[in-house]
């Protein structure tokens, strides 16, 4: 599903954010990737959907070998990929309902498609009722619902999610933890790079930590601690 | 592309154009007075050259041939011009009919020369190229029993040469200008993109292809290009006819002449809007280019 062999990514101005990195994760599997600020974690995640080219190295997502692709191809890669943030990236001027069909009318899916998956997906992140408020009328646990409504809508065969209760209160982390869980038992892939000591150490699942662009630990059902 | 698709294309273009409104104005502005310009440059520089044209073709060599030549003489020199190289017609004038000229135009005194002509026969010669009289002009110097060779020559070099050198410094303003409203059309579409970052950054992220991202930017810069181009074209359209109404009759039987409207005008119009749209268009693809790198 996604294979990393020997990637290393040395940014413009000098910094190794990656310095060797293998791993392999398979298809259904739940990820977390932790470390300090400045391990490389977010550098990890955008090369995994092409955000970032690694210096040198391979990278394999879906059979996809991120190395030899052509620029052309990247949009296919990426509607295979889900992809969620710390900062949610709603449009405000979009209400909950076109945010999330926002990324299927960009890829020129069909208008009754749009309607069912968008309802779908609501119903699963529980907005229905929101559907037609805005961005600016949620909470910050509501904005990263509709977030990842729209990561998902698509139906990627990976989510990945850079630090996406990083801007939440504990309670609500709780809560999008939970809908984290439901789409991964649906059989999606997920890789999420974390801060979050509780999360990872209530909800067990495969933990790599990262330190100095360096895989330094990869455990199934592994805690969070540093160094 | 679906229409569906190019539905969509449209109205985010001119939802833009709508929302920028204050740079859309600027922009437009910019082309429109770029444009009117060029067009007014466009209009002189195709009389100037409909001018050189009409000079050119006037311009003819004078043989005098030597007074004390015959008849037989006269005769095969003109069959010696006439199958000269480049030549395209000679036309015979002879000693007496050269004397009715002078006397027309400088008065009747010289009329006393009737009774011992002092002018030789003369020939009038055109050639095929205009730009070639000189060359002819020279070889029929050459010939025998001529006695003089004139065609103004310093004055149809002089004249070429100042039309050569407008019409280069001409191209080199319209390219100028072209240039300058290029890049603000392309500075325009920067403000739209950066203003809309984050939706490119959506769009891209959910894999939408990287024309459809480009398409809206791309008819914006359009629309602002044909907005730019309606003002020039009317006014130089009724400008050119009004224009032509009051000098065409003034014109009469001179040598300037004022190109005729049809079919000048509908091209003229048809190569600013081409302008305006191309301006629009690369001057958007310029600034998408940079700011939508994979
Ligand atoms: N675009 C960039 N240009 C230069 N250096 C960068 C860039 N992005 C990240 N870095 C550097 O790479 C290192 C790893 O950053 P990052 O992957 O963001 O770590 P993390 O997400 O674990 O905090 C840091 O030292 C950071 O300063
Ligand atoms: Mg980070």
Redesign the interface.
């Known amino acids: 599903m996604i294979v990393m062999k020997n990637v290393y990514k040395k940014y413009p101005n000098g910094v190794v954010a990656a310095n060797g990195i293998n791993i392999e994760i398979d298809r259904g599997e739940f990820v977390y990737v932790v470390g300090p600020s400045g391990a490389g974690k977010s550098t990890f995640i955008k090369m995994m ?2 955000e970032e080219r690694p210096t040198s190295g391979e990278i394999i997502i879906n059979g996809i070998n991120l190395a030899t692709l052509r ?2 191809r ?6 295979q990929i889900g ?1 969620v943030f710390q900062d949610f ?1 709603l ?1 405000p001027k979009l209400n909950v309902y076109e945010n999330v069909a ?2 299927l ?4 899916a069909p ?1 009754a498609e749009i309607r069912k998956k968008v309802n779908d997906v609501l119903a699963l992140v529980g907005l229905t009722q929101k559907a037609r408020m805005f961005p600016n009328e949620l909470s910050g646990g509501e904005e990263q619902r509709v977030s990842i409504a ?1 990561s998902i809508v ?1 139906v990627p065969k990976v989510v990945i999610a850079d630090e996406p209760t990083g801007n939440l209160d504990p309670e609500t982390s709780w809560d999008i933890m939970k809908i984290f869980e439901q789409i991964n038992a649906r059989g999606t892939t997920i890789v999420m790079a974390t801060h979050n000591r509780e999360i990872v150490n209530a909800i067990k699942h495969r933990v790599i930590a990262i330190e100095g662009g360096l895989i330094t630990r990869d455990e199934y059902g592994g805690e969070y601690y540093e160094g | 592309m679906k229409a569906r698709t190019l539905g969509r294309h449209v109205r985010e273009s001119f939802k833009s154009i709508r929302r920028n409104s204050w740079m859309t104005f600027a922009s437009v502005s910019a082309v429109t007075v770029t444009l009117l310009l060029v067009g007014v440059f466009i209009v002189i520089m195709m009389n100037f050259n409909h001018l050189a044209k009409s000079i050119e073709n006037d311009v003819e060599i004078k043989v005098v041939a030597d007074p004390a030549a015959d008849k037989v003489i006269i005769k095969e020199l003109v069959e010696k011009v006439q199958s000269t190289d480049g030549v395209l017609e000679v036309v015979y004038s002879s000693r007496d009919a050269e004397l009715d000229k002078m006397i027309k135009s400088f008065g009747d005194e010289l009329s006393l020369y009737k009774q011992s002509n002092p002018l030789g026969d003369a020939l009038y010669v055109k050639a095929k190229d205009p730009q070639q009289t000189a060359a002819i002009a020279k070889k029929i110097d050459t010939y025998d029993y001529t006695y003089d060779v004139v065609y103004g020559e310093e004055k149809v070099e002089k004249l070429f040469n100042v039309l050569n050198m407008s019409r280069n410094i001409g191209l080199v303003l319209i390219l100028a200008l072209l240039f300058t409203a290029m890049f603000l059309i392309s500075n325009t579409i920067r403000i739209t993109i950066v203003a809309r970052r984050t939706e490119i950054e959506i769009m891209k992220l959910v894999g939408a292809t990287n024309n459809f991202v480009r398409i809206p930017f791309v008819l914006e810069g359009m629309w602002l290009g044909i907005m730019g181009a309606i003002a020039p074209m009317l006014i130089i359209s009724i400008s050119y006819y009004k224009l032509f109404e009051l000098l065409e009759p003034k014109l009469q039987g001179e040598l300037f002449q004022l190109l005729n409207t049809a079919p000048f005008i509908y091209q003229l119009n048809g190569l600013i809007l081409f302008m305006g749209i191309s301006i629009g268009v690369w001057g958007s693809f310029m600034s998408v280019r940079k700011f939508l790198k994979v």
């Open positions: 959907y092409r620029n052309k990247v949009p296919q890669l990426r509607r992809v990236k449009l926002f990324a009318e960009v890829i020129e208008p729209r698509n």
